[in-house]
């Protein structure tokens, strides 16, 4: 969450809220959506991500407005962005600029899992 915050706060996105459901599933989640609650798909284009979730929203949204995911979809491009190469460059102390939005420093992102940039870390947190 402290990561997400940050990633709007910096886009100026004071609109978004981010909320952590403490439901199972997303289809329960969706049950709890207000009427004037619009939904995001936070998704890319690759793997057709959009769809997917797109149709599992759709069976579980009851109220509230789903917005077109093709209009938010981050695009991938030729070299996509995943998260799993992300968390290995993190690991392996490498570089994160590539995986940053703008006006996100290294530095920041780093501090949020208490690291400093080119740290290694080796185990992630259990959750």
């Not at 969450?1 to 609109?15: F, G, H, K, S, V």
């Not at 709890?32 to 939904?39: A, F, K, N």
């Not at 979730?53 to 991938?76: I, K, M, W, Y």
């Not at 994160?96 to 940039?117: F, H, K």
């Amino acid at each position: 969450m402290e990561l997400l915050e940050l990633y709007l706060e910096r886009a100026d996105l004071t609109n978004v809220e981010l909320r952590l459901a403490s439901y199972a599933s997303l289809t329960h989640y969706l049950k709890s959506v207000g009427p004037d609650d619009q939904i995001i798909l936070a998704a890319s284009n690759k793997d057709n991500d959009g769809q997917r979730f797109h149709r599992q929203v759709r069976q579980g949204l009851s109220q509230g407005q789903l917005l077109r995911p093709e209009d938010f979809l981050f695009p991938a491009g030729k070299s996509p962005l995943r998260a799993t190469h992300f968390r290995g460059a993190i690991e392996m102390g490498k570089s994160i600029d590539t995986y940053l939005p703008q006006g996100v420093s290294a530095e920041e992102v780093c501090a949020v899992y208490g690291l400093t940039p080119g740290q290694r870390r080796y185990r992630w947190p259990r959750r």
